[in-house]
Structures are given as C-alpha cells and as structure tokens.
C-alpha cells in the first residue's frame, strides 16, 4: 500500500471512530429522558413494583419505598403520559455524573400537569454509552418551583 492510501484509511477509519463516539455520547440525553419517562408511567399507572424496579437500590431505602408509594397513590392518573417541559442537569455530560431533572408532565387534557424532580446519576464515560441511573423522584412540587436538594 502506498503512503497515500494508508493515510485516506487511517483517516477514515478515525472519522468513522469519533462518529461513533459522538453519537454515543449524544444519544444519552435520549436515553436519559426515556428512562425517566418509562418512570412516569409507571407513577401514572399507580404501579409502585415498578416504579421501585426502575429506581436504583430504592427498594432497600425506606424513605425512598415511602416516597414511591405516596407518589403512586396521589399522582395516579388516567391517560398518556406527556411531557410538558424537561430540563436535566447533566444534559451533555462529558464525564460520570449526577443531578436533578426537572420535568413537567400530564396525562392528557383532563389532567393537571405534575412539575417533579428526579435524581439522575451517569455513571461511567458518557463517550462509551455509560449507564444511566434513576437514584429517586421526589413528590409533586410547584409550578413554578425549582428542584433542589
């Protein structure tokens, strides 16, 4: 192989390499909001097995069983789940990390929106597809509230 073809194949095959890392790591928002809306469903469903099977060690925590339970039983709701506003804190993380998302969401036209915080931890390198964890969601908060804990 001569200098030239070796270059256009090595720079193709970098090209292809941190296209496929990019898209890795753009694809974790995606993957973030999925969860937390498969979450919700869950709530809105009142099916508190679940919710507690989508949140990282919540069974084993008190606090966050009794959390669950309350939110399943208050925030029932007949409809599909959809979701007004979204803003999460670790959007586009580069590296390991957590922090609270704040989501407004209802069920349809005969449903009051629900304004919650859910913690989220990336854990792991976000450029290699790292693993996204729902750590708890909180109760039902004001409209116009901020998440913070």
């Known amino acids: 192989m001569?200098?030239?073809?070796?270059?256009?194949?090595?720079g193709v095959a970098v090209f292809l390499?941190?296209?496929?890392?990019?898209?890795l790591w753009l694809t974790g928002?995606?993957?973030?909001?999925?969860?937390?809306?498969?979450?919700?469903?869950?709530?809105?469903r009142g099916d508190v097995p679940g919710m507690l099977a989508q949140i990282d060690g919540c069974a084993s925590r008190p606090a966050c069983r009794a959390q669950v339970a309350a939110n399943a039983q208050t925030l029932r709701r007949a409809g599909r789940v959809r979701i007004l506003d979204y803003r999460s804190a670790t959007s586009k993380a580069i590296a390991a990390d957590a922090g609270l998302t704040r989501v407004a969401w209802d069920a349809g036209l005969q449903?009051?929106?629900?304004?919650?915080?859910?913690r989220i931890e990336r854990r792991g390198l976000p450029i290699l597809g790292g693993k996204i964890v729902?750590?708890?969601?909180?109760?039902?908060?004001?409209?116009?509230a901020a998440c913070s804990r």
Not at 2 to 10: L, N, P
Not at 17 to 23: D, E, I, T
Not at 111 to 118: D, E, I, N, R, T
């Open 2 to 10: 001569t200098r030239r073809r070796i270059a256009i194949v090595s």
């Open 17 to 23: 390499l941190v296209s496929f890392l990019l898209a």
């Open 134 to 144: 729902i750590v708890s969601i909180g109760p039902k908060i004001r409209g116009d």
């Open 111 to 118: 449903s009051l929106p629900v304004v919650q915080c859910v």
């Open 29 to 44: 928002d995606t993957r973030e909001r999925s969860r937390v809306v498969d979450l919700l469903r869950s709530q809105a």
